[in-house]
């Protein structure tokens, strides 16, 4: 089901007036990089962005893209963003939607915008079927857990994320593994 089926539906939320919701297009290109640049200062990681225009119109827009965006507004004017991409639970069977990245205008806080955002991303991942709607957030940012704990979520204490990228992605990639990698 395509997002824009559940923006024009009812109001996502009745309680959080001004707030609107549309999918992004390859014009909102500058603005989806200055929430990226935004929430990546805020998370003290300004300098891992190597994210540009191109990039993400290649990714987001292409033939082939990897991720959505959808964008709120607050009266009329920006207020913030998600980027999401469907993802699969081998266990569930089924799709699941993860939440990259969401960020919302200091000054728009506390008026509904993130709820706004989660809600429509529920009611997408139910629309299509998804198993499970999930996310990560540093375990730092006590205001944000809090936020997600009162909507629901629950903390997935006993996992932890592992990554590889740059160099060491090359090296995997060209089957050079560390020796005690077994």
């Given amino acids: 089901m395509p997002p824009e089926s559940l923006l024009s539906a009812d109001p996502l939320c009745p309680a959080c007036p001004g707030v609107r919701l549309r999918i992004a297009t390859p014009a909102d290109l500058p603005l989806i990089l200055g929430y990226i640049r935004a929430l990546a200062d805020y998370e003290r990681l300004s300098d891992q962005v190597v994210a540009d225009e191109a990039l993400l119109d290649a990714h987001l827009f292409g033939e082939r893209p990897a991720a959505e965006v959808l964008l709120a507004e607050l009266d009329g004017a920006p207020a913030g963003f998600a980027l999401y991409f469907t993802s699969f639970s081998t266990f569930l069977g089924r799709p699941g939607i993860y939440l990259e990245d969401l960020w919302v205008e200091p000054a728009c806080r506390r008026r509904g915008v993130a709820r706004t955002l989660l809600v429509a991303l529920a009611r997408l991942a139910l629309a299509r079927g998804c198993g499970r709607f999930?996310?990560?957030?540093?375990?730092?940012?006590?205001?944000?857990?809090?936020?997600?704990?009162?909507?629901?979520?629950?903390?997935?204490?006993?996992?932890?994320?592992?990554?590889?990228?740059?160099a060491a992605l090359v090296l995997l990639a060209g089957g050079e593994i560390a020796a005690d990698a077994g």
Avoid: C, H, K
């Avoid at 540093?138 to 994320?161: C, H, K, Q, S």
């Fill in 134 to 166: 999930e996310w990560s957030v540093l375990d730092w940012n006590e205001p944000a857990i809090r936020f997600y704990r009162a909507l629901g979520a629950v903390g997935m204490d006993e996992w932890t994320v592992q990554r590889v990228s740059g």
